[in-house]
């Protein structure tokens, strides 16, 4: 899989739906963010597949570890990558009348 994104860029989709209270139908979101490759050199696409890090991944590599190295730019939001789009989703529960803690 690795050796297929090496010097190319890729989409990846994180989506998730809120269930409101008194809502007709769940609030949907998609998130999509374009993930920019370097070009990898065989050496170090083994190197990282050693780590073990690629074992338990969807496409192969965790940009949140090692294979940050890998990655030579994202277009997008960082956290769609890792998995969920938290601030989106944070949003999204704001404005739909949720009271959450502050950050202090």
Do not use: C, N
Not at 22 to 42: D, K, N, Q, W, Y
Not at 44 to 49: G, K, R, S
């Amino acid at each position: 899989m690795l050796r297929l994104l090496s010097g190319r860029s890729h989409r990846v989709h994180t989506a998730y739906a809120l269930a409101l209270p008194g809502a007709e139908r769940p609030l949907e979101r998609l998130s999509s963010t374009t993930v920019h490759f370097h070009t990898l050199e065989a050496d170090e696409i083994d190197a990282y597949v050693a780590t073990g890090d690629a074992a338990d991944k969807a496409g192969a590599y965790g940009i949140q570890g090692r294979a940050a190295a890998l990655v030579a730019a994202i277009e997008g939001d960082y956290f769609t990558v890792v998995g969920f789009p938290l601030g989106e989703f944070i949003r999204d529960l704001r404005r739909s009348g949720f009271a959450l803690p502050s950050a202090k």
